[in-house]
């Protein structure tokens, strides 16, 4: 069965961090790029930050470039993403998504399956 499960959210106080986890199973996650996303209440879902299947490469949205580290092990069939700084617009329910191909899209229609969510509260 084919499964995409986030885990490591939480309430954190502004300034804090988490790291959320992408467990791939039922198939490899080293085939296919990886993207987070985030939607908040009343607010369309929007791109975090997606990475390479291979070299590494990464892309992050303006609103979180030098606080997020996304990251991946393909031996573990995991993906992570490392949030730092954290501020109380960065709570959402926080999703991990796959795309079947080479480019690094941050656009939610161009992934293809999607984890279930981890709920991300920044508050104090």
């Known amino acids: 069965q084919v499964q995409l499960v986030e885990s490591g959210g939480g309430l954190v106080q502004p300034g804090g961090s988490l790291r959320l986890s992408c467990a791939a199973s039922g198939f490899s996650l080293e085939y296919y790029v990886v993207g987070w996303f985030r939607q908040a209440p009343g607010k369309e879902r929007e791109g975090v930050s997606c990475i390479s299947r291979s070299d590494g490469s990464t892309y992050y949205a303006d609103s979180v470039k030098g606080r997020f580290t996304i990251s991946r092990d393909n031996a573990k069939n995991v993906a992570y993403l490392q949030m730092n700084s954290l501020k109380p617009e960065d709570t959402a329910v926080y999703y991990c998504?796959?795309?079947?191909?080479?480019?690094?899209?941050?656009?939610?229609?161009?992934?293809?399956?999607w984890g279930q969510g981890t709920q991300v509260t920044v508050s104090s």
């Open positions: 998504a796959i795309r079947d191909g080479m480019e690094i899209y941050i656009w939610p229609d161009e992934y293809d399956y």
